[in-house]
T-cell receptor, first 111, second 115 residues
Framework: EPEVTQTPSHQVTQMGQEVILRCVPISNHLYFYWYRQILGQKVEFLVSFYNNEISEKSEIFDDQFSVERPDGSNFTLKIRSTKLEDSAMYFC?????????FGPGTRLLVL | DQQVKQNSPSLSVQEGRISILNCDYTNSMFDYFLWYKKYPAEGPTFLISISSIKDKNEDGRFTVFLNKSAKHLSLHIVPSQPGDSAVYFCAASATGGTSYGKLTFGQGTILTVHP
């Protein structure tokens, strides 16, 4: 069964450093998303991506964040200068219409 | 952001009995609802969904009921099995305007099914 994959599973970084989280969506899906879950909190929407551009973003998704689909398979989330409060589980999701399928997540820890 | 609420943080059920998980929403623009199951250190796994044009959708042991007038949905699991023990999230999305289907999640309910 097709699934969304994410790498790395864990990332530890120093405050101020750049991180890139990678995702391979399900191959025939057209809509891509990033969400995050801070420990003990809800899963929160960050950004959606369709037709090679951002279609919607939340207030969390400020200038420090960017997304890219550099080739036909990968979908990346970059955080330019990480802050302590960026520590969270980051989930990638993809869909062909309304139902989103999630990857296993990347646990990011900013020290 | 309290647009989707799961008021029960936890639920404990005996194996073989019915589990009923509840979810309330406030945004009348929501027109598609999903339930996800999540184990620790894993991503949410899609279980079942329902469109606002329906009031019930069934898939095996899982049934989702939608009451639009009450802005309430529920997930029934019958019969419950120990492997169902996980965190269950309700999520909702809206189409139209500038929305491209972003999901708004509830806080989750921890289901424990005892053998």
């Amino acid at each position: 069964e097709p699934e969304v994959t994410q790498t790395p599973s864990h990332q530890v970084t120093q405050m101020g450093q750049e991180v890139i989280l990678r995702c391979v969506p399900i191959s025939n899906h057209l809509y891509f998303y990033w969400y995050r879950q801070i420990l003990g909190q809800k899963v929160e929407f960050l950004v959606s991506f369709y037709n090679n551009e951002i279609s919607e973003k939340s207030e969390i998704f400020d200038d420090q964040f960017s997304v890219e689909r550099p080739d036909g398979s990968n979908f990346t989330l970059k955080i330019r200068s990480t802050k302590l409060e960026d520590s969270a589980m980051y989930f990638c999701a993809s869909s062909d219409w309304r139902t989103q399928y999630f990857g296993p997540g990347t646990r990011l820890l900013v020290l | 952001d309290q647009q989707v609420k799961q008021n029960s943080p936890s639920l404990s059920v005996q194996e073989g009995r019915i589990s009923i998980l509840n979810c309330d929403y406030t945004n009348s623009m929501f027109d598609y609802f999903l339930w996800y199951k999540k184990y620790p250190a894993e991503g949410p796994t899609f279980l079942i969904s329902i469109s606002s044009i329906k009031d019930k959708n069934e898939d095996g042991r899982f049934t989702v009921f939608l009451n639009k007038s009450a802005k309430h949905l529920s997930l029934h699991i019958v019969p419950s099995q120990p492997g169902d023990s996980a965190v269950y999230f309700c999520a909702a999305s809206a189409t139209g305007g500038t929305s491209y289907g972003k999901l708004t999640f509830g806080q989750g309910t921890i289901l424990t099914v005892h053998p």
